[in-house]
């Protein structure tokens, strides 16, 4: 049992431990990501099958590519990446980042170099060692069979480049888990003049005005309006209970009681003055619809839906205009009879619908509302110096290359010595070949 | 006002003249080595990216936006960057030959750019930010550092074929081949040097990487001998790593400040903005290819091949997601 045990460990290590397997599970991770940009995230069926051919439609569904970062594959492949990371960590980048200090086979290593000097073993060790000590490397010597060996280590710090990394990776991973554990986030639509309360922290905001600022600019391919500004002006009644007044804009979050607030969407709600007989009834006037929502008209089977806001009609076509400002607003209206549509209709401001048996109703006035996310998130700063970690383990990888030198010198007749020189990088040879044959050039000249 | 305006677009003219003839003046020195091409297209190169800077903060200096808001803006930089980073380069590693390459894709990236340009316009709400000035940057530069990773892993591919098409073997076998030649086996090699004619070695031993190659150009064979004029496929190599070495960081960096503006911005980090995963995508090809680069038997061949792979993800993410698919990063104009 305990034999079988310590074999599938084993497996485990050496397939997780395995660079290739990462780099395959990266590989699988990128197309799953790719599947995410290309196909639409998170629409209604009807749309991938209004989209793609119908079979390629169902294996989008059944496969949760319309929902691909939530899927099971998603987060599965994130785990076995994580997982490989732990166990590459641990089993392959800290023993082989930090070697121990060994004698080598000199021609045997692709960068050697040897070399005939003059004078006895101790001079001739003494000018290697002066040569690489000028030049910043770290000297140490170690005696293997009464051969004694000196190693020169440049950028010895650097082998724990990869390291560094990978804890950036796990702090960043702590900070998200420490946000998911703790935090929480939502949004929340405030009609001006109205408030809402943030169920989680119990603070009260207070729209008392939204604004936007829209700016025409005529461009080489028509009249654009750009939105330059989305501003609200809150009351942000917090824990302390005193009410402050605040502005939120768009990149300008708030920070009430730690919890930020966005300015994150805007529209146009309306009110629709309900007669009957032209007699008002106010239990209808009197609501404030948002685009999308719809009210039913009493002792018929009429619906009467707000599909969306107008801001400016074209006066010729009749259609809704590009300009977002508000000049001739209008309301697209739906009358449904028994769930059936009966009619939908561009209706100006003020104008009267007749839906018939006495009904008439009228979008009478505008009010806009502005949408807020919140989020409370402890994870920052935690994700924050993981970043920072992160990105400091990648330069130390890639900017400081981590060499080791191997020297021996053996006497020769005639009071010479051979100087067998070898160097290993972490990256190949290739990446330090010519530095060591810079190297390799100066000592020489400097020795003869 | 008219006036900066024709200095902006006077400046635009001038870094695109000289790219183009820069990228010709190349171009013709990669093939023919003729050193005076390159005395002419080295110095253009440096012109044009001079110019295009220059464009680029003239245009900024004069209508108070940040110039790189848009596709425009962004590829401008893009192919600024391009430049600037193949020169910095090219000095270094006495790459000039690349040079062509680099050059005429920053042409087509900038001709291409000024088909999306529609006049100055002010930010949007969302990219009224400092980060605008950090993130943007970043990861343009990012892009611009894969392709000249690009380009070289190009050229290395050439050289790598081109050798076992003088071993005989013939490119549809060639690609199919899945080893490595670099291997870190060296040859003492000094004596076959000194057969073909070749400058002694230097006093450690050295590699012969294509020596199909060496080989027929020591027997006079024009091609071999302009494949030889190329550096060693080990140095190539290098070369390429040392390019997404500047890119991966880069874009490492670029994704972070990218997630703190959506923070600020929007209050999450992600948003699985399709911009987002894409580049998410592209750090992904470019981390693979860091950790095959460390795999001896990876490295070479099957890495650069990954680098070719990572800029046509680099082009998806740029250009792709920001024309086909919308998302929050869909500023075009």
Known sequence: MVERLDSYYTDFVRTFGNVLFAVSLFLVWGVLTMIGVIVDQGKDPSIYFGSYPAPIARAILRLNFDNIYHSPWYIGIIALILTSLTVCTFKRVIPARLPPLRPVKIDKIPLHASFELAGDERSVRERVEAFFRARGWQLRKREFDGTEWTFADKHNWARRGVLVAHIGFVIIAAGTTLYWARGFSGETVVVTGQAVEIPQTKAILRLDNFGYSITPVLTKGGMVYQPTDYVSHVTVTGNDGVPKNMTVRVNHPIDVDQTLYYQASYGFAMRFRVTHNGKDVPALSQRVLMEGENFDIPGTRLNVAYDRFVPTVDRQSGMPSADPRVNDPAVIMTVSDGGTQAGSAIVPLHTWVDLGGGWKVVPSNYLLYSGFQYRYDPGVPLVGIGALVLVCGLLISFYFLPARLYARIDSTTGGRCTVGMAATTVKGYDMFETQFRGLVSEFSAEAS | ?333
């Open chain 2, 1 to 333: 006002m008219n006036g900066h305006l024709q200095a902006d677009e006077l400046l635009m003219i001038v870094a695109i003249a000289c790219y183009i003839f820069g990228a010709l003046a190349l171009l013709v020195y990669f093939f023919s080595r003729e050193e005076w091409l390159r005395n002419l297209g080295a110095p253009l190169a440096i012109v044009g990216c001079a110019a295009q800077f220059a464009q680029l903060f003239v245009r900024w200096e004069l209508t108070g936006i940040w110039p790189l808001l848009n596709l425009y803006g962004s590829l401008s930089l893009f192919a600024a960057m391009s430049v600037l980073i193949f020169i910095i380069m090219a000095w270094r590693y006495k790459a000039w030959y690349a040079g062509g390459f680099v050059l005429a894709l920053a042409a087509i990236a900038l001709a291409y750019g000024v088909t999306w340009n529609e006049g100055t316009m002010p930010a949007v709400p969302s990219l009224q930010s400092y980060w605008a000035k950090i993130h943007v940057p970043i990861v343009v530069s990012s892009y611009a550092a894969f392709l000249v990773a690009f380009v070289f892993s190009v050229i290395y591919l050439i050289k790598y074929y081109a050798e076992d098409l003088f071993e005989g073997k013939g490119i549809l076998a060639a690609m199919s081949e899945r080893g490595t030649r670099l291997s870190p086996e060296y040859a003492v090699a000094s004596a076959a040097l000194a057969d073909a004619g070749l400058p002694t070695p230097p006093p450690y031993n050295i590699r012969q990487d294509t020596p199909a190659i060496d080989a027929a150009a020591a027997s006079g064979n024009s091609t071999a001998t302009w494949l030889q004029s190329l550096p060693s496929l080990a140095q190539l190599d290098v070369i390429v790593y040392r390019a997404v070495a500047i890119g991966l960081p880069l874009i490492s960096i670029g994704i972070i400040t990218g997630a703190a503006w959506a923070k600020e911005a929007w209050g999450a980090y992600w948003q699985w903005d399709p911009k987002e995963t894409a580049a998410l995508a592209t750090w992904i090809v470019y981390l693979a290819y860091m950790h095959l680069h460390t795999r001896n038997n990876w490295r070479g061949l099957r890495t650069n091949w990954v680098s070719v792979l990572g800029f046509a993800v680099v082009i998806f993410t740029y250009l792709g997601v920001n024309i086909w698919i919308s998302g929050l990063h869909s500023y075009k104009v």
